[in-house]
């Protein structure tokens, strides 16, 4: 077993830690039972001024930041329910784990995650209880949002068949321009969604697709 981020570079720690609580002063990394938590008060702010604040806790994970930190609301604002985009054990939903290249690129640091994908989702949950919507068009809960998430990359319908047929083209260990296009319009590949195709490969990878594509096939 590989000894936990924190531990195999012990540097990075003290440098995360130091940028995180610059920048918010009201949160604290520490080391509990061997894993890094952030705790403390999150501000939402925009152009200076406060709008709203949540008392959160971040799990971060031992392979981080292979691994995504995981997000919890823990001052009871939020309902543990999938209408609001949070699992029954109280995790935040904060992305698709497969878009993860589009809201926490590799090489991401926890004041990056802090920036981006844990405020839109707070920033979203307060929008939400003032007006009953949703500011960012937020994906559905589980793999409804799974099949939303790939046929907004591939520009798509949302329609299982046809988003679960390019799950499989994407999974191939190789694509062959040639190929008929599973979108269904009767051209090639490379003159239909191809390039779509091949940077899905690139930013996604088979390996991450194919395990999504048997997760959608158990789904019946």
């Known amino acids: 077993m590989s000894l936990p981020w924190h531990l195999v570079d012990p540097d990075s720690y003290v ?116 007006t009953g919507k949703w500011p960012f068009g937020q994906r559905s809960h589980g793999r409804a949002g799974i099949l939303e998430a790939y046929a907004e990359m591939l520009n798509i319908s949302p329609d299982r068949e046809t988003v679960m047929a390019f799950l499989d083209l994407i999974s191939r260990r190789k694509v062959k321009g040639h190929w008929p296009c599973p979108c269904g319009a ?4 490379r003159k239909c969604h191809g390039a779509r195709v091949w940077v899905l490969r690139g930013k996604i990878g088979p390996e991450i697709v194919l395990r999504t594509l048997k997760e959608l096939k158990g789904a019946r």
């Open 15 to 130: 440098r995360m830690r130091a940028e995180v609580e610059a920048a918010y002063p009201d949160l604290r990394l520490s080391i509990q039972d061997g894993c890094v938590f952030i705790h403390g008060s999150f501000p939402i702010k925009e152009a200076g001024a406060g709008l709203d604040r949540y008392s959160i806790e971040v799990r971060i994970p031992q392979d981080f930041p292979k691994d995504l930190p995981v997000l919890r609301e823990v001052g009871g604002r939020i309902p543990w329910d999938a209408d609001r985009h949070v699992n029954i054990n109280g995790d935040a939903c904060l992305l698709v784990p497969d878009e993860r290249w589009r809201y926490f690129p590799d090489g991401g640091t926890l004041r990056d995650f802090l920036d981006g994908p844990v405020r839109s989702f707070l920033i979203g949950q307060s929008v939400y209880d003032r």
């Open 186 to 189: 009767g051209k090639i590949l």
